[in-house]
């Protein structure tokens, strides 16, 4: 079985600018470069789901716009269910400024989410027969919190396993910990949310602690080129990082693993082995240029496990 997982998450068009510096106010600067790309989290996570199998719904609101024809497109190639994507003839597609800092290859980002920003509870409560017939729920922080919690607990009310990527790092109620199954922040969210600066496993073990002490079930705390670190009040497993060739691109690795994690436990994969999983999808993903485009395969993801001998 392929296993449903439904995405609460946002589309953005990713605009990157490649050039010397920022410019200042009131100035012009010539690029050297530009890109225009598909990225929103919840899109990414959404493709990377859809690509390693999972029978993927979107939950989403665009504009309608050239961008959010991009967005349809490439939805609708990777067989994601739209039903739940929303035009609003109001409001802009989301839409991301990337800067490219040339010298170190580093960015910053300013992202709107546009359209999606409308994405209410009511929204959720229309889609609820679909999230309770999911396998997965998953979401992020790029549409309101309202959005998130009320997909959350329309999921957690019907028996369907949660996962919330709290990224872009925010201020979040207590009531939303225990809502989760699953939560999945990168270094830097998990010591804004806990106020532990994770510098290495031990730090980390002490914000996964924290979180399940919240009340997530499981906390999956994504360590960069370190790998991941699956706790919960049962078990704590630093899994490494699969190394797939030279890292081209790490945009995108956080979704990739959120895609792979999310299809691995759909499809009825224990958390320790989907978060496997879910290292080599990501460890392919930095080895591509992009972010939605650089999502592997499930048979890509599938050969490398068993090649590095981690399939087990
Ligand atoms: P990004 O913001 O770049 O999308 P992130 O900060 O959300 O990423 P990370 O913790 O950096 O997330 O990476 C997510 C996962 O991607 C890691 O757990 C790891 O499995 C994989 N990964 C990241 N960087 C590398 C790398 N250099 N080599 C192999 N795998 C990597």
Same mark, same amino acid.
């Given at each position: 079985?392929?296993?449903?997982?439904?995405?609460?998450?946002i589309?953005a068009?990713?605009?990157?600018?490649?050039?010397? @510096?920022?410019?200042?106010?009131?100035?012009?600067?010539?690029?050297?470069?530009?890109?225009?790309?598909?990225?929103?989290?919840?899109?990414?996570?959404?493709?990377?789901?859809?690509?390693?199998?999972?029978?993927?719904?979107?939950?989403?609101?665009?504009?309608?716009?050239?961008?959010?024809?991009?967005?349809?497109?490439?939805?609708?190639?990777?067989?994601?269910?739209?039903?739940?994507?929303?035009?609003?003839?109001?409001a802009p597609t989301g839409a991301a400024f990337?800067?490219?800092?040339?010298?170190?290859?580093?960015?910053?980002?300013i992202v709107e989410a546009g359209?999606a920003k409308? /994405?209410?509870?009511?929204?959720?409560?229309?889609?609820?027969?679909?999230?309770?017939?999911?396998?997965?729920?998953?979401?992020?922080?790029?549409?309101?919190?309202?959005?998130?919690?009320?997909?959350?607990?329309?999921?957690?009310?019907?028996?369907?396993?949660?996962? /919330?990527?709290?990224?872009?790092?925010?201020?979040?109620?207590?009531?939303?910990?225990?809502?989760?199954?699953?939560?999945?922040?990168?270094?830097?969210?998990?010591?804004?949310?806990?106020?532990?600066?994770?510098?290495?496993?031990?730090?980390?073990?002490?914000?996964?602690?924290?979180?399940?002490?919240?009340?997530?079930?499981?906390?999956?705390?994504?360590?960069?080129?370190?790998?991941?670190?699956?706790?919960?009040?049962?078990?704590?497993?630093?899994?490494?990082?699969?190394?797939?060739?030279?890292?081209?691109?790490?945009?995108?690795?956080?979704?990739?693993?959120?895609?792979?994690?999310?299809?691995?436990?759909?499809?009825?994969?224990?958390?320790?082995?989907?978060? @496997?999983?879910?290292?080599?999808?990501?460890?392919?993903?930095?080895?591509?240029?992009?972010?939605? @485009?650089?999502?592997?395969?499930?048979?890509?993801?599938?050969?490398?496990?068993?090649?590095?001998?981690?399939?087990?």
């Open positions: 079985p392929r296993g449903t997982v439904v995405v609460l998450g589309f068009a990713d605009l990157a600018f490649r050039a010397p @510096r920022l410019p200042r106010i009131g100035e012009t600067l010539l690029a050297n470069g530009f890109e225009l790309g598909p990225g929103g989290k919840g899109s990414n996570q959404a493709v990377a789901a859809a690509r390693c199998g999972a029978d993927v719904k979107m939950i989403s609101r665009l504009g309608a716009d050239a961008f959010g024809e991009i967005a349809r497109a490439l939805w609708g190639g990777e067989g994601i269910d739209l039903r739940f994507v929303a035009t609003d003839d109001a990337i800067y490219v800092d040339e010298a170190s290859g580093h960015n910053a980002i359209a409308k /994405l209410s509870a009511a929204d959720l409560g229309a889609a609820r027969e679909v999230i309770a017939a999911a396998d997965i729920f998953m979401t992020q922080l790029e549409q309101p919190i309202e959005a998130a919690l009320a997909g959350l607990r329309i999921a957690k009310g019907s028996g369907v396993r949660t996962i /919330l990527n709290p990224a872009p790092a925010a201020d979040l109620p207590d009531e939303v910990w225990p809502l989760c199954d699953y939560a999945t922040p990168n270094e830097s969210e998990a010591g804004a949310i806990t106020g532990i600066e994770v510098s290495d496993l031990e730090s980390a073990r002490k914000a996964a602690s924290a979180l399940v002490e919240r009340g997530v079930g499981c906390a999956v705390l994504t360590l960069g080129a370190a790998g991941v670190l699956v706790h919960s009040a049962e078990t704590s497993l630093h899994i490494p990082a699969v190394d797939a060739g030279p890292v081209v691109d790490t945009t995108g690795a956080g979704d990739a693993f959120n895609g792979g994690f999310a299809a691995a436990l759909a499809r009825g994969e224990a958390p320790e082995r989907a978060a @496997r999983f879910a290292c080599a999808v990501a460890g392919l993903s930095v080895t591509r240029k992009g972010a939605a @485009r650089s999502m592997p395969s499930l048979e890509e993801a599938t050969r490398l496990l068993a090649r590095t001998g981690a399939a087990g």
